[in-house]
Nanobody
Framework: QVQLVESGGGLVQAGGSLRLSCAAS????????MGWFRQAPGKEREFVAA????????YYPDSVKGRFSISRDSAWKTVYLQMNSLKPEDTAVYYC???????????????????WGQGTQVTVSS
């Protein structure tokens, strides 16, 4: 079993930065992909970033590329999402997710991730 706990959300002005953290426990993660997704009110949950736990490969959609950066610590216990140049449209609940080989092959698809955190709210004011 995998447990994921997000932190670091909050209120920030447009143009500002936040760093989200996701603490992982319960299983080793050497074969997993870790992802971040977000969900705004009335919208579907969408892909934000992913990182291959073993080789560190990163994936981003065009909407956040160049502004967001995903990373992991050397102990393979925490994954981070650094968010810069935030926009009001980035406002959402942000979720951390963990997946296996299926997620590694298709890291942007939320249904490939069996494990999810509880989410952390990010609000960007204009």
């Amino acid at each position: 079993q995998v447990q994921l706990v997000e932190s670091g959300g909050g209120l920030v002005q447009a143009g500002g930065s936040l760093r989200l953290s996701c603490a992982a426990s319960g299983r080793t993660f050497s074969k997993y992909v870790m992802g971040w997704f977000r969900q705004a009110p009335g919208k579907e949950r969408e892909f934000v970033a992913a990182i291959g736990w073993r080789d560190g490969s990163t994936y981003y959609p065009d909407s956040v590329k160049g502004r967001f950066s995903i990373s992991r610590d050397s102990a393979w216990k925490t994954v981070y999402l650094q968010m810069n140049s935030l926009k009001p449209e980035d406002t959402a609940v942000y979720y951390c997710a963990a997946g296996g080989e299926a997620a590694a092959n298709r890291p942007s698809l939320r249904w490939e991730y069996p494990y999810w955190g509880q989410g952390t709210q990010v609000t960007v004011s204009s």
